[in-house]
């Protein structure tokens, strides 16, 4: 089972922001492990969304940022669109698990 | 251009061995600091890493796991071989290999396209 937790789902009309939360623990978020997060578009694999300390790859817009405080962190995005149409997942490394992690999953909706 | 992609079975029974390959190509995995990991996905469900071979050959296994998963590579032929013994029902899912780099934080930035895996008699 997942050790990050992420809300089902989240949802917003186009052009409004969402965010989407991952609580982690003192073994992994807490222990200041990096947070990548990812999306992906129903039948694809996942696609690198944003990696380390809030970097996104060549292609992907700025209307994703993330954040991080304590055990938990934040995936905002700004501007919604219909191709944000997709489930997200946060990832870490675990400390007592000695491995990595990922998120339940959300899936966002765009009305 | 990096690319992953990954092939095996479709169908294994119950108790088999499923062994799956992970074909690369736009980089070395002998590169100081590369790593290839291996994710599934059951139907309907989160990404869950099995495991991980290193550059330098070192090798990293789900704890929960562990006991089942062998992971190498041959890198002349530049793949990543994974196999996991005693198949179960419970094993149905999409198996994917993913790239990560040391310097990215060990993101997996870049997926092959992924292999679904039915388990049943």
């Known amino acids: 089972q997942s050790v990050l937790t992420q809300p089902p789902s989240v949802s917003g009309a186009p052009g409004q922001r969402v965010t989407i939360s991952c609580t982690g623990s003192?073994?992994?978020?807490?222990?200041?492990?990096?947070v990548h997060w990812y999306q992906q578009l129903p039948g694809t694999a996942p696609k690198l969304l944003i990696f380390?300390?809030?970097n996104r790859p060549s292609g992907v817009p700025d209307r994703f940022s993330d954040s991080k405080s304590g055990t938990s962190a934040s995936l905002a995005i700004t501007g919604l669109q219909a191709e944000d149409e997709a489930d997200y997942y946060c990832?870490?490394?675990?400390?007592?698990?000695?491995?990595?992690?990922f998120g339940t999953g959300t899936k966002v909706t765009v009305l | 251009q990096v690319t992953l992609k990954e092939s095996g079975p479709a169908l294994v029974k119950p108790t088999e061995t499923l062994t799956l390959t992970c074909t690369f190509s736009g980089f070395s995995l002998t590169t100081t600091g590369m790593r290839v990991s291996w994710i599934r996905q059951r139907p309907g469900k989160a990404l869950e890493w099995l495991a991980r071979i290193d550059w330098d050959y070192d090798k990293f296994y789900s704890t929960s796991l562990r006991t089942r998963l062998t992971i190498s590579t041959d890198t002349s032929k530049n793949q990543v071989v994974l196999t996991m013994t005693n198949m179960d029902p419970v094993d149905t899912a999409t198996y994917y290999c993913?790239?990560?780099?040391?310097?990215?934080?060990?993101?997996?930035?870049?997926w092959g396209q992924g292999t679904m895996v039915t388990v049943s008699s």
């Open positions: 993913a790239r990560q780099r040391t310097k990215d934080g060990d993101a997996f930035d870049i």
């Open positions: 003192s073994s992994n978020i807490g222990a200041l492990y990096d």
């Open positions: 380390g300390n809030s």
């Open positions: 990832q870490s490394y675990d400390s007592s698990l000695s491995g990595y992690v």
